[in-house]
């Protein structure tokens, strides 16, 4: 089935470190999310984008919808040792959710 | 609020046998959705109901895969017979309408021998 394009598949990173990923589609999507998933749990939702530009926060995280609609970028700002886990982008276009492939992340203390 | 149930956790099987899961949705939630997830990719959705009825199956592999979605509450689906592909994790979601926050199960791993 489609997946999106999520960049870097992996990152190994320092606690304190900031954090950047991003997810490129070749079709226009009218809402971008991201999701957090943990070993054994499925996926949970950290930020929701309606608007093609939109830049919104949820603490340390920050993620943006991209002007053209085809792609979103995650930030995390001063990682910590919670924050490991699997990161999903998706595309929501009618009412099917198409996922990105995941960016894995680690943080090391 | 209880969150999405899913049971089995775990499920081992050998090839060509039956297996089932099932999934109870966050109460109230009338749209359920049953995704797969292969090892190292994200989720892709299999089938989505709005309460009872399947909207959108063009993603299920009808030979071998079925769900069903009776009461318009819980749901199942059943792989038979299973096949060594098949393993992955089984994942279900809820969301109150479609095309707004989809919440996850912890889902079901299956594992094919």
């Known amino acids: 089935g489609q997946q999106l394009n999520q960049s870097p598949q992996s990152m190994f990173i320092q606690e304190g470190e900031d954090v950047s990923m991003n997810c490129t589609s070749s079709?226009?999507?009218?809402?971008w999310l991201w999701y957090k998933q943990e070993p054994g749990e499925g996926p949970v939702l950290l930020i929701a984008?309606?608007?093609?530009?939109e830049l919104t926060s949820n603490g340390r995280l920050t993620a943006q919808f991209g002007i053209t609609r085809k792609d979103s970028f995650l930030n995390i700002s001063a990682s910590i040792p919670s924050d490991v886990g699997i990161y999903f982008c998706?595309?929501?276009?009618?009412?099917?959710?198409?996922f990105g492939t995941g960016t894995r992340l680690q943080v090391f203390p | 609020e209880a969150g999405v149930v899913q049971s089995p956790r775990y499920k081992i099987i050998e090839k060509k046998q039956p297996v089932a899961f099932w999934c109870n949705p966050i109460?109230?939630?009338?749209?359920l959705y049953w995704y797969l997830q292969n090892l190292g990719q994200g989720p892709e959705l299999l089938i989505r109901?709005?309460?009872?009825?399947?909207?959108?199956d063009s993603q299920l592999p009808k030979d071998r895969f079925s769900a069903e979605r009776l009461k318009g509450v819980d749901s199942t689906l059943k792989i038979q017979p299973a096949e060594l592909g098949d393993s992955a994790v089984y994942l279900c979601?809820?969301?109150?309408?479609?095309?707004?926050?989809?919440?996850f199960g912890p889902g079901t791993r299956l594992t094919v021998l």
């Open positions: 998706a595309g929501q276009g009618t009412d099917k959710l198409i």
């Open positions: 979601a809820s969301s109150p309408t479609p095309g707004v926050e989809q919440f």
């Open positions: 109460s109230g939630h009338n749209t």
């Open positions: 109901y709005e309460n009872e009825e399947a909207v959108d």
């Open positions: 079709s226009i999507f009218n809402t």
């Open positions: 984008l309606y608007k093609a530009g």
